[in-house]
């Protein structure tokens, strides 16, 4: 989890008043985003704030943990893997989605407090509220959704079928229109280790846009901790 917030805590008026909804907080390897309104990919570096609808892509090699402004909410993308980032503002919360094209990735989702965190696939779509989850999906053979802890619940949008997925269980969902939940074995969270990220006080510096129009620089110093657990992380 991310702790120690130490200088311009991230409920401030300047990240609050500004368009942005999430925060790069590490980045190896290969990855890329193409800004909303841009059409050339650009590299991602730790601490490039990101916008609703700003799409991350990671090569083989590449990883990145993404993190909300408002909650802290983690979500780690893998090697081969692509998505875009969806954030709706609402006062100083900020309600969230993903729209994972393919590849794998894990979340560490924080209580939403009434809303849901959406993530929608070309296969399924998933309603958390507050959980840890690991996904896969490929556009072929469709998509794996591993409980490591909390409750979810799976659409598939081929059928319109869903169903619930508790802790220890994975969702299997295709573009066929199965849907079948099991629960989880070792083979489900292979190559997910890679989510692990090792303790670390980082200093981040960007620049953010108040309601105004004044450009503000933040200074964000905070450590990562993510406790590594059997083949996942908590």
Same mark, same amino acid.
């Given at each position: ?10 409920? $401030? ?29 650009? *590299? ?10 700003? !799409? ?16 802290? $909410? ?14 709706? !503002? ?6 969230? #989605? ?6 794998? *990735? ?11 965190? !959406? ?21 072929? $053979?469709?998509?794996?959704? $591993? ?17 619930? *997925? ?11 229109? #199965? ?28 620049? *953010? ?17 993510? !406790? ?7």
């Amino acid at each position: 989890m991310i702790k120690n917030i130490i200088a311009m805590m991230l409920s $401030t008026t300047l990240i609050f008043g500004s368009s942005k909804v999430a925060i790069a907080i590490k980045v190896k390897g290969n990855v890329s985003v193409i800004y909303k309104g841009l059409n050339s990919p650009q *590299v991602l570096k730790p601490g490039s704030p990101l916008s609703d609808q700003d !799409r991350i892509k990671t090569g083989k090699n590449g990883f990145t943990a993404l993190m909300y402004l408002d909650d802290k $909410t983690v979500v780690k993308m893998l090697g081969n893997s692509d998505l875009i980032v969806m954030g709706d !503002r609402s006062g100083k919360k900020i309600n969230k #989605s993903l729209d994972i094209k393919y590849g794998r *990735v894990a979340a560490n989702v924080k209580p939403q407090k009434g809303k849901e965190f !959406r993530v929608s696939t070309p296969t399924s779509v998933a309603s958390v509220k507050g959980t840890e989850l690991a996904i896969e999906s490929d556009p072929s $053979t469709g998509d794996s959704f $591993t409980l490591i802890e909390g409750l979810i619940e799976v659409t598939n949008s081929i059928t319109g079928e869903s169903t619930e *997925v508790k802790e220890g269980e994975t969702a299997m969902s295709t573009p066929d229109g #199965s849907l079948d939940v099991a629960m989880t074995t070792s083979d489900d969270l292979e190559g997910f280790e890679e989510a692990s990220v090792e303790p670390q006080t980082q200093e981040l510096r960007f620049e *953010v846009e108040d309601e105004n129009g004044a450009v503000k620089q933040i200074l964000i110093k905070f450590k990562s901790c993510f !406790r590594c657990s059997g083949s996942f992380w908590i």
